[in-house]
């Protein structure tokens, strides 16, 4: 169930607490926040210490760079799913025109 929009949450990110307004519901929130501080771990531990903005950068376009594999992963599926549905339905039209004879 998504909370109405707007509605106000409170997330943990590194140990700092942010207020926020979301449309998603709290648990959804905090797992995103466990994902934003799960990457800036990573970048932090790759990189050492930098300011703040440059690991929201960073941090930011590696999620943006996973987020478009993904859908170009989702669609390269959806494609292959069509043919093979299509194929199916080829031979499923082939066998009821070969009983039909």
């Not at 790759?46 to 170009?72: D, F, H, R």
Request: glycine letters at 4%.
């Amino acid at each position: 169930m998504h909370v109405q929009y707007g509605s106000s949450m409170k997330v943990s990110i590194l140990g700092k607490l942010y207020s926020i307004k979301s449309s998603h519901d709290p648990e959804f929130m905090q797992e995103a926040a466990a994902l934003l501080a799960e990457k800036i771990n990573q970048l932090q531990k790759k990189m050492g210490p930098m300011p703040a903005e440059k690991i929201a950068v960073l941090v930011g376009l590696n999620l943006a760079g996973e987020l478009i594999e993904l859908k170009k992963s989702h669609k390269d599926s959806a494609k292959k799913i069509k043919k093979r549905v299509e194929y199916v339905f080829e031979k499923l039209d082939a066998l009821e025109k070969n009983q039909n004879q």
